[in-house]
């Protein structure tokens, strides 16, 4: 699965990990969080990510 990182604070989302403080679940690809989702370290939107190389 891809990883996508936050343009402006650099957190990387690894599905492998999710984000279980966001209720993300491992194994959980970027496509199927919710909209409402936000980065965990800066708070901003979904929007602000983008697939790591």
């Given at each position: 699965m891809k990883k996508y990182i936050c343009?402006?604070?650099?957190?990387?989302?690894d599905p492998a990990t999710g984000d279980?403080?966001?209720n993300i679940a491992p194994?959980?690809?970027f496509e199927m969080i919710p909209d409402t989702?936000?980065?965990?370290?800066?708070?901003?939107t979904k929007e602000?990510?983008?697939?790591?190389i």
């Open positions: 343009t402006v604070c650099s957190y990387i989302y279980p403080d966001g194994g959980t690809p989702w936000v980065c965990p370290q800066c708070g901003v602000m990510f983008k697939e790591t």
